[in-house]
């Protein structure tokens, strides 16, 4: 069964540095998604993007954050200058293909958990 | 203002009980609802979609209604295996989810 793939699985760095957190989505899927989910806390909507553009972002998607799809198959989130407060669960999601009922399914990857020092 | 709002529970049950969660959300606008389930530190993963007639996949059914902004899910015959916490989510305009806080189901043999 296809599925969504993320690394690192565990990621520490000292706050200030920038991390690059990695996805390979599901190679037929069109819309891709970053999600953030603070320890006991819910899971939160950072972005989506369909394209080759974000398609939606929320409000903790600030100037910090971006996301970039490189090649053919990864999609990646970049957090410029982390904070203590990034400290997280990261998840990658993707659905599609477009025109389907499957473009509102998400599949999600298994997290890197990532620990700002 | 909490965009989906869910009761967090938890919720213990015995094997084979009958189980339901209620989630409402703030935004009319609001075009499409699904159930996910969350095993301890570990992915959320979609159980079902949730339609305006509403729909059951097996013991779970699913019901949305849009006047009272509310989604609802119902298990029968309750597993072991259902123990997890389960997310309403709602997507809005056209790539934007919104997750519910979860409930939390405990399943006692």
């Known amino acids: 069964e296809p599925e969504v793939t993320q690394t690192p699985s565990h990621q520490v760095t000292q706050m200030g540095q920038e991390v690059i957190l990695r996805c390979v989505p599901i190679s037929n899927h069109l819309y891709f998604y970053w999600y953030r989910q603070i320890l006991g806390q819910k899971v939160e909507f950072l972005v989506s993007f369909y394209n080759n553009e974000i398609s939606e972002k929320s409000e903790i998607f600030d100037d910090q954050f971006s996301v970039e799809r490189p090649d053919g198959s990864n999609f990646t989130l970049k957090i410029r200058s982390t904070k203590l407060e990034d400290s997280a669960m990261y998840f990658c999601?993707?659905?599609?293909?477009?025109?389907?009922?499957?473009?509102?399914?998400?599949?999600f990857g298994p997290g890197t958990r990532l620990t700002v020092l | 203002r909490k965009e989906v709002e869910q009761d967090p529970g938890p919720f213990n049950v015995p094997e084979g009980a009958t189980v339901a969660f209620n989630c409402t959300y703030s935004?009319?606008?609001?075009?499409?609802f699904f159930w996910y389930r969350q095993d301890c530190r570990k992915e959320p993963k979609l159980l079902m979609s949730v339609y305006s007639s509403g729909n059951e996949d097996g013991r779970f059914t699913a019901q949305l209604n849009r006047a009272s902004q509310y989604i609802s899910l119902l298990i029968r015959d309750s597993k072991l295996s259902d123990s997890a916490t389960y997310l309403c989510?709602?997507?809005?305009?056209?790539?934007?989810?919104?997750f519910g806080s979860g409930t939390k189901l405990n399943v006692k043999p």
């Open positions: 999601a993707s659905s599609g293909p477009p025109g389907t009922s499957g473009v509102n399914e998400q599949f």
């Open positions: 989510v709602a997507r809005y305009n056209f790539n934007k989810f919104y």
């Open positions: 935004n009319s606008a609001s075009q499409s």
